[in-house]
């Protein structure tokens, strides 16, 4: 009788098996799906650490294969990369939750942030970190940081005054984008947890040395063995994959160096924030966000509360996330003014043109409004055209939490010279979004997609018939359900901080040939060609106009 069932059971299971194997390499599979020739061990995915330029080889692939292709991780997993902006719609707005993060972002982001936002998986737990965050990205709590993003571009621009070209008439190079992400830190500072990190005054402060170069250090230009490793992930047992930031490998060293300092910080700041929600009403209180998030959380019913862990998460992904990320757009902005001096005069007769508005105005004072800014358009579709050029965060990685079928903008010529127009997927099924790839589509950004222009923006020339992003069509906040948190925050900033830069410098490039590299690291950072080891470098010549 045993014998019998024993019998039964494993007939039941070799089915099951043969039949799952038959679904994956037949109706589910995308090897129908055209790409680039992998080797079956390497595959093709370690290619894109290896590019000069971020970009380079999803334009090539999306002009020989369409907007869907198909890449391979090691051992011949099959990954697809998407450009399809209905694809990407259907992905990130469409599905809710059934595309997670891929699990190599979860347990990177999980080694330097902790459990925070970035790397709550399920929907509850993100739901959960999302509405305690939100209350301190609204309009009018975004308003109030107005005077510390003009202080910090106020304190910039004298510095660069005062420590560098009171003495040079003529201008001098500088490397802008250490400055901006020491000003970007200390804004965040004190914007995100009322901190002075004091980066400006102190090039060696302890944060901002523990971040600098932080990406370019640890995950520019992976060895072969890490690729393997990383691919391996999907097989292991998620708990032994809560170790993985204890291999002393240079990239775990350096993340875990910067999460032990940014804690030491957090508990402090955090612990401070707690004690003020007890004992300060709520008119008198500060309005920094993680006071306004520990309000909110002590309010919460508790099945959604955030554990004290969990705040500290929060502070490091907002320090890391709403630094870094803002220094580097503004450092490609400046880079693409100084390349084109016409947009530069521009933006800057558009800001004095206001400034003058201002100054007729019944107004005490001469600052921008937020109104001020978002009625400027060219300054407007200059940092879209920045931002859909320069896609720091240039890839992303999902996976399918079940069967789908993906629908497809346009039809897709597959490897039989069938045209589909839907592609079905198995669960499991990797992704590769490629945000540069979809940021330069020609059929909607127009033929001179890869050109900087940022008057398609305001000539109408933009075809966005199908609605993606948070912000202006584009990828670069990512969309959906978790997208960017902070681009408000970020834009508002950045538009700050161009408008005190363009009245107070000019900025052109630097005298000898200095070729800029879209450098593969984690995020796109910029580098120059033949400098590499002095990392993430961004020169430019500023001369300080007289006021
Ligand atoms: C130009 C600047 C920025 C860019 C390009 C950017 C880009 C992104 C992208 C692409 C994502 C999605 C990541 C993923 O799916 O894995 C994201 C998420 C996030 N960003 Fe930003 N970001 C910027 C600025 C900021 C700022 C200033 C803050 C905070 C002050 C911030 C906080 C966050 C947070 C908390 C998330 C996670 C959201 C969630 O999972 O619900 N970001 N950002």
Redesign the pocket.
């Given at each position: 009788m045993v014998s019998i069932t024993s019998a039964v059971s494993v007939s039941v299971l070799i089915s099951l098996t043969v039949y799952t194997i038959y679904r994956r390499l037949t109706k589910f599979s995308v090897k129908h799906i055209r790409g680039p020739d992998p080797s079956f061990w390497k595959g093709n995915m370690h290619t894109f650490s290896y590019q000069s330029n971020v970009g380079d080889l999803d334009f090539e692939y999306v002009k020989e294969y369409g907007l869907v292709w198909r890449m391979s991780a090691p051992l011949g997993q099959d990954v697809l990369a998407v450009a399809d902006p209905k694809a990407l719609q259907h992905i990130y707005q469409r599905s809710g939750y059934n595309y997670p993060?891929s699990i190599e972002?979860d347990v990177i982001t999980r080694i330097f942030l902790g459990d925070s936002?970035?790397n709550a998986h399920t929907d509850h737990s993100?739901a959960r970190?999302?509405k305690a965050?939100s209350p301190a990205f609204s309009a009018s709590q975004l308003r109030s940081f107005l005077p510390q993003f003009r202080n910090g571009a106020a304190k910039l621009c004298r510095l660069w005054k005062e420590q560098i070209l009171d003495e040079k008439p003529e201008g001098e190079v500088i490397p802008v984008n250490k400055w901006l992400a020491r000003m970007t830190l200390d804004v965040?500072g004190e914007t995100?947890f009322h901190f002075e990190f004091g980066a400006l005054d102190n090039s060696g402060n302890e944060v901002s040395k523990a971040y600098d170069n932080l990406f370019a250090d640890s995950q520019l230009h992976p060895r072969l063995w890490m690729t393997f490793f990383r691919a391996s992930w999907k097989w292991l047992p998620r708990p032994l994959l809560n170790f993985v930031g204890y291999i002393p490998t240079r990239e775990y060293k350096r993340f875990r160096k910067s999460k032990k300092v940014v804690d030491k910080v957090s508990t402090i700041l955090v612990d401070a924030a707690i004690e003020e929600a007890k004992v300060v009403e709520v008119e008198k209180s500060n309005k920094d966000v993680m006071s306004v998030l520990v309000r909110a959380n002590m309010s919460e019913n508790p099945s959604f509360q955030l554990s004290k862990n969990e705040m500290m998460s929060q502070m490091a992904?907002?320090t890391l996330?709403?630094h870094d990320?803002?220094a580097s757009?503004l450092a490609w902005s400046l880079w693409e003014l100084a390349k084109h001096p016409k947009y530069q005069n521009h933006l800057r007769e558009e800001v004095k043109q206001k400034r003058e508005e201002i100054a007729r105005r019944d107004d005490e004072g001469d600052d921008f409004e937020m109104e001020d800014l978002e009625s400027m358009p060219f300054l407007q579709a200059l940092l879209k055209e920045v931002?859909r050029l320069h896609?720091?965060?240039y890839h992303?990685g999902r996976f399918a939490a079940k069967d789908d079928i993906i629908p497809l903008s346009e039809p897709l010529v597959t490897a039989t010279g069938e045209n589909i127009e839907e592609i079905p997927i198995a669960k499991g099924q990797e992704f590769l979004i490629s945000v540069c790839a979809y940021n330069r589509i020609k059929g909607i950004w127009g033929e001179d997609a890869n050109e900087f222009n940022p008057q398609r923006f305001i000539n109408g020339e933009v075809e966005n018939t199908i609605k993606l992003g948070v912000y202006g069509n584009l990828m670069?906040?990512?969309a959906g359900t978790?997208?960017?948190?902070?681009?408000r925050?970020?834009l508002i900033e950045m538009q700050t901080v161009l408008v005190a830069l363009v009245q107070n410098f000019e900025f052109s490039l630097p005298p000898t040939e200095t070729e800029i590299l879209r450098m593969p690291a984690g995020l796109m950072a910029p580098m120059v060609k033949n400098r590499l080891k002095e990392g993430v470098l961004m020169p430019l010549t500023v001369r300080a106009l007289s006021a």
């Open positions: 993060k972002s936002i970035m993100h970190h999302r965050m965040i995100a992904t907002l996330a709403g990320t803002t757009v931002l896609p720091i965060v992303l670069t906040f990512s978790r997208g960017c948190i902070g681009w925050f970020s």
